[in-house]
């Protein structure tokens, strides 16, 4: 009974693959939230004042502000999401790590980072009880 069986490659494959999404989900959302942070609009308002920051004037004089884009979401809020689906441990990680930098930057995706966290401690919890209860079994 020794050596990889056909399960233990499908289970392989299958880890594997959600690693490999997952890195994927993750670049493309930081080039997106790139994007976002670069890209700001130019707005003109009629002298009203706290509406982002003064670059310039018009033509007539009117002055023209530049609005900043919101941030973006949390790429690691997004990798807990997914991993707290297929995996327990990497939601936690991922959904812990998210928690802290969304704190600190103010970025969207605590949601999805609490939903990543609460999924991988469910996780966490199926797996310990199955190993309780197979012990149990056999001692």
């Known amino acids: 009974m020794g ?22 989900i993750a670049v493309v ?7 976002a942070q670069q ?10 004042q706290g509406s982002g920051t003064q670059v310039g004037y018009t ?6 502000y530049q609005q900043s884009a ?13 991993l707290g689906i297929f995996t327990g441990l ?7 790590i998210a928690l ?3 704190k600190r930057t103010g970025e969207r995706g605590s949601g999805m980072a609490l939903t990543g966290l609460i999924l991988g401690y469910v996780w966490l919890a199926f797996w310990a009880l199955t190993a309780v209860g197979l012990v ?4």
């Open 90 to 96: 990497f939601g936690i990680i991922f959904g812990h």
């Open 59 to 64: 033509m007539n004089g009117q002055p023209i």
């Open 3 to 24: 050596g990889l069986q056909g399960w233990h490659l499908v289970m392989l494959l299958t880890f594997v693959t959600v690693i490999a999404v997952v890195v994927v």
């Open 136 to 139: 149990a079994r056999f001692a």
């Open 70 to 82: 919101p941030p973006g979401t949390n790429v690691f809020a997004v990798m807990a999401l997914v």
């Open 29 to 35: 959302l930081a080039s997106n939230s790139k994007a």
């Open 39 to 48: 890209h700001t609009s130019m707005i003109r308002t009629n002298g009203l």
């Open 100 to 102: 802290s930098q969304i």
